[in-house]
């Protein structure tokens, strides 16, 4: 009997074969906390009285969340992590760095290995074929320790994309799609592997996008098999060395099978306050926007970046708009300087904030007032998420987003491309 990508890597991490719903004992490759969630794994460490960490070369602090920190009460987390990384040899990503899950893409994780984090959206990852996934702070003080966890092997969907994206339609659509057609909870504990001939096409920034939604569904990991587009991306960030063959067998074995032809789509937007309360940017009423949101895990990448800049060139921001706009990490910020992004998105009227997740997670950098409406980038929209439960978020693509900053209102980026 074949084996999907999330069996296979599974059965290699637990040195034997796994089926769906097994309990397993599975080594883990790689452990991250971000500063919402490590103060507590680390005091359960402590707890636990560990005199070192399984692995400190691949145990990751990252201080994005609230970078830099906005309040005193954030500041001594902070110390908190900076001085057990100190103290245990982990390793510290500092204010300005980026976002964990742009971080662990570039530097961290590799195809074939299993990623657990505490923050759901870990499942990002899995576009580089690694099993990824995120876990509660006390689960990852354990792993810290031991090297290994339980997990439920997941039973999986495959998601079947043929045909290429129309004009104005991007892997953003494509998951908002997916996600409005299974609903927020119609894949939970599922593993989602993306396959078809569509994926050849894809960029590892489409990838990542959608990889990081998967958590949006339900979803326990989403994954991807490695081809030559992930053996480049290695290659770019300095370890093509790591790269391995993942894919599924072909007699594998899947709970459901989900086809979906990209030129079908049209751009998607996300309604307040769930995700999978979706519409075609046809089906939308005119909805004015006080503040549009440029980057996150989700969408903070140079090709974000540059399809914003794209559409932005040359024109302004809608007096009584804002834009902000925050590249997904330092090493994506100085190559959107160095190709002249950050003065077209700056002459727009966007205003630059420091690669991290303030405004997404609504902790600071971008909180909403009373009763405003803001369009995002981000993988969530639920009520207060931008740090008011009287604010209204809507979900999109960048070039939506950068589109509808021009106009005022959420616009159909078609009209221009």
Avoid at 216 to 229: H, I, S, V, Y
Avoid at 245 to 269: F, G
Wanted: hydrophobic share 40%.
């Amino acid at each position: 009997m074949g084996q999907t990508i999330a069996e296979k890597i599974l059965s290699k991490h637990a040195d034997r074969p796994v089926k769906p719903g097994e309990l397993i004992i599975s080594n883990i490759d790689v452990v991250m906390v971000q500063d919402g969630t490590g103060p507590l794994a680390v005091n359960e460490f402590k707890k636990m009285g560990k005199g070192k960490l399984f692995n400190p070369e691949r145990t990751i602090l990252f201080i994005d969340h609230a970078a830099p920190s906005p309040r005193k009460e954030l500041s001594n987390s902070h110390t908190v992590l900076r001085d057990f990384a100190k103290e245990y040899g982990a390793v510290l990503s500092e204010v300005g760095e980026g976002v964990c899950h742009q971080r662990l893409i570039e530097s961290f994780v590799n195809p074939g290995e299993v990623l657990l984090g505490a923050d759901s959206h870990t499942c990002t990852s899995g576009a580089l074929g690694a099993f990824a996934t995120g876990v509660g702070s006390t689960d990852i003080a354990v792993v810290m320790a031991l090297g290994k966890t339980w997990l439920k092997v997941p039973s999986t969907y495959k998601i079947v994309l043929e045909g290429e994206f129309e004009k104005g339609v991007y892997a953003k659509d494509l998951i908002l799609y997916l996600i409005g057609l299974i609903g927020a909870d119609g894949a939970t504990y599922k593993a989602l592997e993306f396959t078809g001939s569509a994926v050849k096409n894809m960029t590892m920034s489409d990838r990542f996008t959608i990889s990081n939604m998967a958590v949006e569904a339900g979803a326990k990991a989403g994954l991807f098999e490695t081809d030559e587009k992930t053996r480049e991306y290695l290659k770019q960030h300095g370890r093509e060395n790591k790269f391995v063959e993942i894919k599924a067998d072909d007699d594998a074995e899947y709970e459901r099978v989900i086809n979906i032809n990209l030129s079908d789509l049209k751009p998607m937007i996300s309604l307040p306050h769930t995700v999978d309360n979706t519409k075609t940017i046809d089906e939308m009423p005119k909805v004015e926007v006080n503040q549009v949101y440029i980057g996150t895990c989700t969408n903070g990448r140079i090709e974000d970046l540059r399809i914003a800049a794209e559409i932005l060139k040359n024109k302004k921001v809608k007096e009584g708009v804002r834009l902000l706009v925050a590249p997904a990490s330092r090493q994506v910020f100085l190559q959107a300087l160095e190709e002249g992004l950050i003065t077209t998105l700056v002459n727009s009227g966007a205003a630059i904030v420091t690669s991290g997740c303030g405004a997404c997670v609504g902790v600071h950098a971008g909180i909403l007032g009373d009763g405003e409406v803001c369009l995002s980038s981000q993988n969530r929209n639920f009520q207060g998420r931008m740090g008011n439960t009287e604010g209204f978020i809507y979900l999109s693509s960048p070039a939506t987003c950068a589109y509808s900053a021009i106009k005022g209102y959420i616009a159909d980026v078609r009209e221009v491309l």
